[in-house]
């Protein structure tokens, strides 16, 4: 199985702040990536998928970059709504595998 | 809109069994892979199943393969999770999910239901 590392596993920020998190694939996985965002007591929602690509109706304060094993999701001017769990995914092979997730909390 | 929306969840004993429904709309069902995604309590997300948008083929993560099957009927816009054996470590709550790409294209969930919550416990 792929195994997705992601990191840091919480990460503290203030709004405004710009923060990034990582997701390291234990192979190549090209570009089959997805990030999704979780709030507490809610279902996961899909904020980008094929590393860069925004899903419908998310802000463009969410940026994916990376390809092969590494891979990274930046947030711009966090806002309040933002401080809440992220997972990466990868897709390229079975079984799909999660990173562990980041818990982005207010500083 | 797509709706997704999670049924058959409850408390069993270990070694129990259980099924869970997924009733879908909104989209063409039967031309999209379906997945169920578990996540135990205060934990991570961790993929279960996915069958794809005929029923032709299933796949399985490695704690449930033997115990769990995937199911669906798409005249009534439906899949299943049938849990089998169940475990303490089966407790979660259960999410199915729509793939992203049509037909036979493993790939990303565009939409999740609000999931339905297994306990395994004696």
């Known amino acids: 199985d792929i195994q997705m590392t992601q990191s840091p596993s919480t990460l503290s920020a203030s709004v405004g702040d710009s923060v990034t998190i990582t997701c390291r694939a234990s192979?190549?996985?090209?570009?089959?990536l997805a990030w999704y965002q979780q709030k507490p007591g809610k279902a996961p929602e899909l904020l980008i998928y094929?590393?860069?690509t925004l899903q419908i109706g998310v802000p463009s304060r969410f940026i994916g970059r990376g390809s092969g094993t590494e891979f990274t999701l930046t947030i711009s001017n966090l806002q309040p709504v933002d401080f809440t769990s992220y997972y990466c995914?990868?897709?390229?092979?079975?079984?799909?595998?999660f990173g562990q997730g980041t818990k982005v909390e207010v500083k | 809109q797509v709706q997704l929306v999670e049924s058959g969840g409850g408390v069993v004993q270990p070694g129990g069994s259980l099924r869970l429904s997924c009733a879908a709309s909104?989209?063409?069902?039967?031309?999209?892979?379906m997945h169920w995604v578990r996540q135990a309590p205060g934990k991570g997300l961790e993929w279960v199943a996915l069958?794809?948008?005929?029923?032709?083929?299933?796949f399985y993560g490695d704690s449930v393969k033997g115990r769990f099957t995937i199911s669906r009927d798409n005249s009534k816009n439906t899949v299943y999770l049938q849990m089998n054996s169940l475990r303490d470590d089966d407790t979660a709550v259960y999410y199915c999910?729509?793939?992203?790409?049509?037909?036979?294209?493993?790939?990303?969930?565009?939409?999740w239901g609000r999931g339905t919550l297994v306990t395994v416990s004696s």
């Open positions: 999910a729509k793939n992203q790409e049509n037909y036979y294209d493993l790939s990303s969930s565009d939409y």
């Open positions: 909104g989209f063409t069902f039967s031309m999209y892979g």
């Open positions: 069958i794809w948008s005929d029923g032709t083929e299933k």
């Open positions: 192979q190549s996985i090209g570009t089959s």
């Open positions: 094929q590393v860069s």
């Open positions: 995914q990868q897709y390229n092979r079975f079984p799909p595998t």
